[in-house]
């Protein structure tokens, strides 16, 4: 029997609505690789996701790219494009977990795609690394480019981290190809779902925050809790 994966890429009607067209050749001067692996992980994450959400990681790609070229840093087109379209995996139903941060339920789910995909383990390790720690940019903008860059790129399109650097008329060229189409709201209502059905997930986390503005009694304890229940006497 097909795997879910299999059937997102080549069998579903979502996926063959979305064609093999699925993407521009090229946006803001930034072009999409070409390649059949890339193909494939685009129609894969259009079927799978909502607009809005197929939407930001297109833009992680541009943004991140941009701040790339800006800063002369080579990189490989391939594996950042991946490594950006299926970096919020872990935010869609089918691929959470009941326990697991939402960057580790992705990094898991792409993991399994790209195996499928029969792409190098030590090229999907590297996506696998982007993704995991796309939420931290101290960690993930030390590593190599492509890891960098999903970091920067999805940064830049969630809180404008970086965006003075992208000139006005780039930006608004990225925005008509891929438009934001209420992801402020979205993103919000994402991030408290995760707080309701896992919130021992986001321990430490800075979803945390929003899980105790919006969410009464909301049960996931502070750093300084853990610290003041340490079993130790002082």
């Known amino acids: 029997m097909a795997s879910a994966f299999a059937t997102a890429v080549s069998g579903s009607p979502a996926a063959a609505a979305s064609g093999a067209d699925v993407l521009p050749r090229a946006v803001a001067g930034v072009r999409f690789p070409t390649s059949e692996l890339a193909r494939k992980t685009a129609q894969f994450v259009r079927s799978v996701s909502s607009g809005t959400l197929f939407n930001h990681v297109m833009r992680t790609y541009l943004f ?19 490594a950006s379209a299926l970096h919020d995996l872990g935010l869609v139903e089918a691929y959470r977990t009941p326990a697991e941060r939402f960057e580790v339920d992705g990094a898991d789910a792409a993991q399994r795609f790209l ?51 992208i000139p006005s008329d780039t930006l608004e060229e990225i925005l008509a190809a891929f438009p934001r189409e209420g992801f402020k709201q979205d993103a919000i209502a994402t991030i408290l779902s995760l707080c309701r059905t896992k919130p021992m997930s986001v321990l430490m986390h800075p979803f945390a925050e929003v899980g105790r503005r919006h969410i009464p009694e909301f049960p996931v304890p502070t750093v300084e809790d853990l610290l003041l229940a340490a079993p130790f006497e002082e």
Not at 121 to 142: E, F, M, P
Request: one cysteine or more.
């Open 64 to 82: 991140g790219s941009l701040l790339c070229d800006r800063r002369g840093v080579p990189y490989d087109s391939e594996l950042a494009f991946v």
């Open 115 to 165: 195996r499928e995909q029969r792409m190098p383990a030590d090229r999907a390790a590297v996506v696998w690394d982007a993704i995991a720690l796309h939420t931290n940019a101290g960690i993930a903008t030390r590593k190599r480019p492509e890891i960098a860059m999903v970091s920067v790129g999805s940064g830049a399109d969630f809180s404008g981290n970086g965006l003075q650097r």
